[in-house]
């Protein structure tokens, strides 16, 4: 197997058979049907008569099952008939639950099918994901989620997301290098891989495997490997049943001994020891906690959770210690601004209104605070994208993302902003710089835009907007305003 990170970019084209400028359409098509699609396999396949006698795979549901065939045999048709519409109740609610949580899976990954940007006949097109091969050449932009794993062949102040495989949550810097030791994945920063978001910056990349190959996939492919564990309410209701079954055996048992002991008919006390046998298992039970079970997933439906197995619900409630990563955080991932310091005042961003001091603010009429935020949506790369059942996602660094929120909340147009002051050129963030900027055309003259950390800003800067017009900046008010930061 080739070590694509350990060698030169030339060679990993050469090696795939491929070029920089892509893949001709008719090979892409041939790559296709050698590779497969590139998507992950599930080796579970959903089999409605599968869900269906998974529903009886249950200690109390095997006594049951016996004591229809004892009741049978015993001619207790009634009794028999009652336990069966039980049997069947019971395994019929559990089957529509799972098939209808099993379908609504199905529907959910058939709408996010995601898109890449590929370059095939030297021309850069949009594909399905599905439809990547080893040997494409992807452009990555901010906000894309790679789809494939990947060797970096350009990169332009490239940073990802890496959490879904190495745990990670801080942006991970990525350059086209080679990386001679066998490293482990974090290692690699000369490779994508699938899963993982790009947060800043751009790159060209050529696939080097797809679907179940990648480095995920192989993941996906041990979770597949695991047998489910029975749930704690599944253990408790097995040796419930078990104990249940074992005292109506021996109370059976002796009162068969007792009778013909005393001289009863043979025959008779063991029809009498077979009913009471029946009649003492809670054939109700099973029921009962299926119909509660499917109450608590339908409520947690409403809540926006999907829950395929209805034992699941039991076990979420059972929870009594999360094991989370080592900050002891659970997050999203995302930021919101909560204050905003300007021209001495802070202001407080609640809901989709800003407020100083408890009061509404109408941010135009408050110059030096709408100049702020237009600074942080021109100095940005955060961009907006249409999707479903929403009206726009904001894609792009979170700290942009943050930014660019705030200003919807406000009412302040971005793009009128943006189509009004053009982008000429971006100074990128680097760790000595400490700040990005963006020069754009103004109407009489051009003007950079700039954020980043507050020490390097006030470093930089000569003038203050206040109320009352624009005032030189002494080195103590810079020491001021880094105290208030």
Not at 14 to 20: E, F
């Amino acid at each position: 197997m080739v070590e694509y990170h350990s060698i030169k970019k030339e060679e990993v084209i050469k090696n795939l058979d491929s070029q920089v400028s892509g893949l001709e359409e008719s090979e892409a098509k041939r790559r296709l049907e050698e590779y497969g699609l590139n998507e992950l396999k599930q080796i579970y396949k959903v089999s409605p008569i599968k869900i269906f006698f998974k529903q009886f795979n249950n200690f109390l549901i095997y006594v049951l099952l016996a004591a229809i065939v004892i009741s049978l045999l015993i001619r207790h048709y009634i009794d028999a008939s009652v336990i069966l519409v039980i049997v069947l109740l019971n395994a019929s609610l559990g089957f529509f639950q799972q098939y209808k949580a099993e379908q609504s899976i199905i529907k959910l990954k058939q709408l996010f099918i995601p898109q890449a940007k590929v370059f095939r006949n030297n021309k850069l097109q949009l594909i399905s994901s599905k439809e990547v091969v080893p040997g494409d050449i992807i452009l990555f932009e901010e906000g894309d989620k790679v789809l494939a794993d990947c060797r970096i062949i350009e990169a332009e102040n490239l940073e990802l997301n890496e959490a879904v495989l190495t745990g990670e949550s801080n942006p991970v810097e990525k350059i086209d290098t080679i990386i001679k030791q066998d490293g482990i994945i974090s290692e690699r920063i000369n490779m994508l891989y699938t899963g993982t978001m790009v947060v800043k910056g751009k790159a060209k990349a050529i696939v080097v495997s797809t679907g179940m190959e990648t480095e995920f996939g192989k993941i996906a492919l041990k979770l597949q490997e695991i047998h489910l564990p029975e749930t704690p309410m599944q253990k408790k209701l097995d040796k419930f049943a078990k104990q249940v079954t074992l005292i109506a055996i021996v109370l059976a048992g002796l009162l068969f001994a007792l009778g013909t002991f005393y001289g009863e008919d043979k025959f008779e006390m063991l029809l009498t020891a077979i009913v009471l046998a029946v009649s003492a298992i809670p054939e109700g039970l099973p029921a009962i906690i299926t119909i509660t079970l499917a109450m608590a997933t339908n409520k947690m439906l409403k809540g926006n959770v999907l829950i395929r197995r209805l034992p699941v619900a039991e076990t979420l409630g059972s929870i009594t210690v999360i094991c989370s990563d080592k900050t002891g955080t659970m997050t999203e991932e995302k930021m919101r601004v909560v204050e905003v310091f300007c021209n001495n005042k802070l202001y407080h961003h609640i809901g989709s209104d800003i407020a100083l001091a408890n009061q509404r603010v109408e941010i135009d009429k408050e110059k030096e605070l709408f100049n702020l935020v237009k600074t942080s949506i021109l100095a940005s790369n955060a961009r907006f994208e249409e999707c479903s059942g929403c009206e726009y996602k904001i894609i792009g660094d979170p700290t942009e993302q943050a930014l660019v929120s705030l200003a919807v909340d406000l009412g302040v147009n971005r793009k009128i902003l943006t189509e009004l002051e053009p982008r000429i050129k971006e100074i990128s963030f680097s760790s000595e710089r400490k700040m990005m900027s963006i020069l754009r055309e103004s109407i009489r003259r051009n003007v950079l835009y700039s954020k980043g950390a507050p020490s390097s800003i006030l470093d930089k800067a000569s003038f203050e907007f206040k109320e009352d017009g624009i005032f030189s900046i002494s080195p103590r008010r810079k020491q001021e305003l880094k105290r208030t930061a």
